[in-house]
T-cell receptor, first 114, second 110 residues
């Protein structure tokens, strides 16, 4: 099976702009989670979607949002970008048989905010 | 609140030496513990999870509920083991939310 794919791989934006990142899970996986990875804060959970519903959300401001489509593909959006939003954004998918399944990670989208 | 602590940022060993990467967690219930690894220029991938009790690439980890630890061990380190290692926790009702430790960089020298 093809792995988790994320597009774009690299993105440069300026403060105040908004950005949309895309994630395609492994075929058959219904759960998609998003994480932010920074040198200072490490890996932090953003949110998780299952069957187009957000089931869990991390401690991030409302500028961070996401959605999931009927084919399980997911997008996350960050509005009014700040310098501190520069990070690697990782998407992970899982079969979600039990809610504590193994997560399979994508390569990430490197966002740089200038 | 759930928390995962990896006390060492960097662990430097010589090839053939034993390795132990420490992981302690804080959670009142029964967690699911994982070790993820990130090799240079590769994506984050699962190394092992406690429920499977497998040995992957010679690595093992035992969940010690009394000490709330899930240390990763390998008797003889190889240069190809050099990578970033993350301990992570999930829990029932967390809907696949993973709580990661800060990570430990393992450097294996020839």
């Amino acid at each position: 099976k093809a792995g988790v794919t994320q597009t774009p791989r690299y993105l440069i934006k300026t403060r105040g702009q908004q950005v949309t990142l895309s994630c395609s899970p492994i075929s058959g996986h219904r759960s998609v989670s998003w994480y932010q990875q920074t040198p200072g804060q490490g890996l932090q959970f953003l949110f998780e979607y299952f069957s187009e519903t957000q089931r869990n959300k991390g401690n991030f401001p409302g500028r961070f949002s996401g959605r999931q489509f009927s084919n399980s593909r997911s997008e996350m959006n960050v509005s009014t970008l700040e310098l501190g939003d520069s990070a690697l954004y990782l998407c992970a998918s899982s079969p979600d048989r039990a809610g504590t399944d193994t997560q399979y990670f994508g390569p990430g989208t490197r966002l740089t905010v200038l | 609140a759930q928390r995962v602590t990896q006390p060492e940022k960097l662990l430097s060993v010589f090839k053939g030496a034993p390795v132990e990467l420490k992981c302690n967690y804080s959670y009142s219930g029964s967690p699911e513990l994982f070790w993820y690894v990130q090799y240079s220029r590769q994506r984050l991938q699962l190394l092992l999870r406690h429920i499977s009790r497998e040995s992957i690439k010679g690595f093992t980890a035992d969940l010690n509920k009394g000490e709330t630890s899930f240390h990763l061990k390998k008797p003889f380190a190889q240069e190809e083991d050099s990578a970033m290692y993350y301990c992570a926790l999930s829990f029932s009702g967390g809907y696949n939310k993973l709580i990661f430790g800060a990570g430990t960089r393992l450097a294996v020298h020839p």
